[in-house]
């Protein structure tokens, strides 16, 4: 189907012909069908590993991969995203955040060097990723797994990274616990990262030493757990969880032990990655589908108004073009009302959440500081001491904070939600009763929907946008509401990964230095200016993420309103100079008619 | 609107239930009354024991009426409560059954210190001081004694308090119960409520720059989140022993947070909606009447019969969903601490045993003061999460049962009524009916206590719409259950905090005996584990009768809901009257009234 409309060189040339004087596409029909045509025959599909520190990730890609690849010993810790690809030769590429790279051996020993938080503390080296080529079956139709640094070892040199891979709104893997249960550190990651995916599937790694009962026990309740995360994240949950023995698995299959690796469960997680991978085309070639029927429309709205057009007199063409002006104005009064009430509910949601985080970070601090004096005056003054405690109520504190903030910020997505449907509807009527309207509408479409997709040079194909519209439905739907609420969940995304690391591990380097072997009031005195230093980063940190959400808000709105205008006016002008030319010799009626019937087989085919 | 204008309202709704006459609805009325022509308002003492609290009260009144000696001396809550109306102190007791009693002096005094079961609080009525009509002050005991015995200083007097004096003794500062009561009282308290500290027993030259009223300054800051208003009291000593401070700079102020426009408005407006609530139910019992008087023989059985039908609904879902999910959980109480028990145990051990055998006193303190609290506070807080989260799902699956149920109740009804257009009409309006049972005046009522004007319980109609617990948690649950789950959660952690400090008691022992540096950290690592012991023998009977609580506090709120709903449509036969037009007139002209006068 694809091949069929690439080479189907009288379809691309008809719908750049008449998408020309569509004023909202700027890029010619042809060059987006053939991206989006590559992107099926080559797809790469990015599958982030993700879970806290020591909950078994390595050792389980290690299994997926059927070979011990990554180094996974008992207190190793990731600190660098390592993506695994197809490749028929082996190697490694570490790339740094510089932009150079180098090739590297691909063995355990050689990555730990780079990977290993023992010996690239706090990613000191500046990596910014390891490629990993290697000839597996599995990865052969383009399969990428990438293993993210755990919950606890995000720090600041090592997050630009990861949020990119978070920001291709792919599927991700979440490794969980089994014994105990998710907690609830964990669980705000979770509930942070899960909207930033578009699917996710749930690996509970299961150790030796747990029994069946206590598997069941905790897959039921972790499905608790995460059926309240996807209701508060307004995302779902297919109810489903993996329960693989890593260890297990791997020994099974480097000793080719059919039975062990049965036991362990593995099959069912490689055949639902080969499922996703399945998936991924058949949406890819959905998207493609929907794109081109898109474009197909609105090349056929085009010739229809042609063809009208050269029906009429000057007369009817002259009240034609007031009915839509008329028409225009009256919906952009009506939309014009909605955007302002919408715009001055996100400026005042702005301001109140503003507020909230300086709250927040204002109780956070003084919980701490509270904590910690406690702790001095009850006689606690060495250094080592004061420091580990320092960092425990750090890391409570903030996750008290995070928690907050993201029931605020769920609160105000469904409000907003609630004002963005009815927008949502009015401008579905309008396009519904206006070629005109659903001209613009369909290009708006495309251009949020360009905008959404960030990082899509990682993905090496228009990335984000197959897994957008999967998740909206059909492209027609708004993507004006998706771009909305896209950002909404990268905000949280972000915070989650970021926030709790980067706060508490920058803070707590500090604290080292200043209390070491300090004494009483001392320690009292050295510690205040790391309260107000934690309390500034915990406001900067959701306030600024807060912030460039609403501002994005804002801004999409605002580009809405303005392209409708621009892109009425030009449609106009146009028809203006229509009306100037002698106009009914541009027309060929039947010529015309003949376009329309083959877009028309065209879309019929497409069916 | 101003308490006139609440009065003028009240008479004119008074009229309509004259007619009604309705003796639920008088009793409400009643009590409405003089809730707008007394309004009372609370202030609740709190502090550690011999902080010094009845002090302040006796100085208050200028009279040594409440004891006080060097050893605690308050055992119960005392009330005091100043009404115009009397001339010298009577002195009573609230019983646990709602009764009261009025006491002699001596009986009084003794049972102040050693209350008995029977007492929910004793209650000393003292004329008038000036400006402090309608106040009710509550003295209460130490933070110990409050969660152990009495629940309700946290469940109603704390939230219910428009002012919460904090006592601390200047000598003593601030000890570790301090710091985890007023946190506590932190997760209790509405943002509306006024928290004010007092230092007793201050040296009498203290000046702002004193290094211990500074540490007391910045500790309630930063556990309050907010800036709280420190005053000092001195202490005033003559040759016959302490005299009574007057503290009236205390006084003067907690009298003008009491009287400040914000506080009389919220007032104002509560009194107002429960105003509103009383015509509401006045008019729904017309209605009722109405409808009853419309209907055949024939439609009252089948009513009865479909309301018949919701009860037993009602039942099966009690039976079917709420019991059995209770049972689990409280079958898995032992074996969930248990775990965290093993879990805290491990991982301080560890810690423990990574120590160089040099450091063994920095170790004790710190496994003392940080590494246990900290993973008991952890663990608590987990099993509170997950108490959450299944209650959560199982209210979930309740909801979505009886939604179906009512609605089915409904549609049955509305089918039935078809036929009769008058009906019909009438039976969808009723629907509303349910959601003002959530907030409503009955429940204020009931948390009053009901009969026997000063109650019980502690009722203030200001913050009885503004629970902490209500804004805390989503909107699933009915209010009550709500506030039932989240106070029954914050007992959990406060049982546990203070378990904690038994734990911290057991190790401390051990701190106290010089130990051999070769023994130590097995020593250690023994109390750790005969303190978690008592924490989990504590913590599991507790947690574990405050979910049976739950249990019924949650059966019992199901059954209301029902009940609200199912007997809106039935009438027992003698209600109805035949002449029900004096009724429709009065409710008419009441509204009538009521809109002329822009009320």
Redesign the interface.
Known sequence: MVDIITGDSKLLSLLDTYLSFDVSNAIPASEVIAKLAQGIKKPELIVPVLGSQGMGKSTLINAILGANILPNDADETTCVPVEIRYGTREKAVVYFQSGESSEIELSCDSLREFVDNNENDGNEKCVSHIALETSNELLKNGLVIVDLPGVGSLTQNNHETTMRYIRQLCTAIFVIPT???I??SE?IFIRGAWSSFSSAIFVQNRWDGETDEEVNDSVE?NS??L??IAKNAHTTFSGKICVVNAYKAILGRIHNNVTECEESNLPELISELENLGENRIQTEKENFKNKVAAYIDTAQAVVMQFINESKMSEEQLKVERIKIREEFEAATKEIQILVDDLTECVHSEKDRADIFAGELA??AA??L??DI???ID???V?GE?LT??FS?YQE?YLLDAIEQHYDFMSQLTYELGKKLEVLSEKIQVERASSFEAQKFENGQAFKFEKGLAVGMDIAGVLGGIGAFSAVEGTIASFTMLGSLAGPAGMAAGFLAGVGVSMVVGLIAHKTKHAITAKRGSQAKRAIEPLVKEYEDKIYTTISSNTNSVFDEMIDVLHTYMDDRRTYYESVMCSKEQTADDEYKCKYDVSELNEHYTYLESKKEALR | MTFTDLKKKHDIIQKLLNVVNDDELTTLSKFMRSRILSPESYVTMLGETSSGKTTLINGLLQKKLLKTSAAPTTGAVVEVLFDADISSPEYYAVNRDATMERLDQNTFMSLSTNPDDMLARLQIAVPEVEGLAGLRLFDTPGYGSIVDKHEEVLKEFIPNSDVIIYVIGYKIGIQ?ND?LFM?YIQELVHQDTDVVVVVNRCPAMITEKDKRLKEIQ??S???F?RNIPVFTVAAEVNASGETLPSAKELWDYINKLLRSPERQNTLVNTLNAYLDDLLVQADNLVDKREIAHLMTQQEKKDLRAYAEDLRNKGDHIIRAEIIPTFDRLISDVPKLFS?AQE?IYENIAVAIDNEATG?MD?TI??V???SLP?AIN?ET??YE??LM??L??MNERVDDYLNEAIADYYHEIELRFASNAELAARASGRKIVGKFMENGLKQYFAAFGGAGGAGAGVANAAKHLLKKAGDLVGKRFSRETYNALAHTLKKIGATSTKAIGNVVAVVIELAQVIIDYSTWKSKLKKQVKKGLGEWYDKTVQTVTVDLENLREQNIKTLREIIEEIASSYELEDDEVTEDISAWLEQKKQTHKELEEAGL
């Open positions: 014994v105990p249960t907690r609830r669980e309740f608790k757990v059926r309240n204002r109780m003084e919980n500081r509270a004096r406690k702790l009850s006689g606690v060495d001491q580990e405690a425990d409570k | 570790e710091f946190r910045r500790y800051a930063d556990l989140h775990r879990e450091r920095e303190a710190f003392n003061n940080h900290m952890r807080k987990e999460r997950r989260l299944e959560d799902a």
